[in-house]
Structures are given as structure tokens and as C-alpha cells.
């Protein structure tokens, strides 16, 4: 794969960014210090802003990398990061990527989350040069996997006991999109637009 960083991608309702140190407060605020966003993820609730402030430092530093992706995800109505959208795993000798995300609950359940996932989807196919983007849930977390068949991908199947998460030891579900897939499915669409010019 050729990496790019986290680069700046913007959509109807949302700019991906890169964290600033100055997004701290807002981040804590809107998701890291929710349990309901934490359940089903692997780290805790953030108990105090001085974690949060730390985890952000962190990916900020992460930033020299161009194989690192961390984007916060901005509602450009309210011009705060609610969420992020991060690469959580990725393997050079398949190029995959697996993409990890969460919102604050507050903006659950209006498309939010499909909308970050199906902006960074181009970007890594087209060019980052993956061949395949993957993403996982518990599978006592459906909504999460309703995300990923939105965003085109398939699933694969349940792993069973093969990962932790804030619930202890769970089941995991992979779905999964292919190059190939995605440039068929780009088609089908482009296909379908020139017939309504």
C-alpha cells in the first residue's frame, strides 16, 4: 500500500480530520467519557479530561506516520468532533485495513457513522491501494454491522471467543469489501447516474 496519512475528507455533513491537542475537551465531553459509546469497545470509559487529553497527544504524535489513521469526526452544523474513525489494524502483506469507529451516543441512529465509513472507503481503495477493508463488532452490538452491510461490505462470519472487549470475552463478527467489489459497485452507480443526465 502507498499511505497517505490522515488526510482531510469531507462529505454533506461531515469533516474527517486530523485530532488536535484543542479537540481535548470537546472529545471527552461528546463520547470518551460515555459508557453506553464504551460497551462494546476495548477501552474504558476516559474518567477524567486529562486521559482524554493524553490519548489525543498520543495520536497527534501518531500523525508522523503516513501509515497512521485517526480521524475525528466534525459535525459541521456544531463544528465539534463527535466520534473518530480510525484504521485499528492493517496488514501490508494482504493490503487490508480494518476500520474501527464510535460517535457519541447522542447522534446515534441518523446515518451518521455510514456516512465517515463510506467517505474513507474511496480513500483507501482508490488511493491508499488496499485491496481489501475489513471491520468487526460484537455480535450483541448489531447496529454496528448494520453500518458495514450499509457501507457495501459482507459478511463473513462470526469468529467464536476470539477477542475481548469491555464485556470480557466475545464472539466477533467480520465483514469485509474487496477492490473488486467496490469498483463494481462504483460502476453500477456511475452506470445508473448517466441515465438520469
Known sequence: MEHKGTRIIETARLALRPFTVEDAPAAYRNWCAEEAVTRFLTWPPHTDPSVTEQVIADWVAGYADPAFYQWAIVLKSIGEP??????????????????????GSRWWRQGITTEAFRAVIPFFFEEVGADRIEARHDPDNPNSGRVMRACGLTYEGTLRQAATNNRGVTDLCVYSILRSEYETLKQTREAGMMKHD
Open 82 to 103: 463527535i466520534g473518530s474513525i480510525s484504521v485499528v489494524a492493517q496488514s501490508e502483506r494482504v493490503n487490508a485495513v480494518s476500520i474501527g469507529y464510535c460517535i
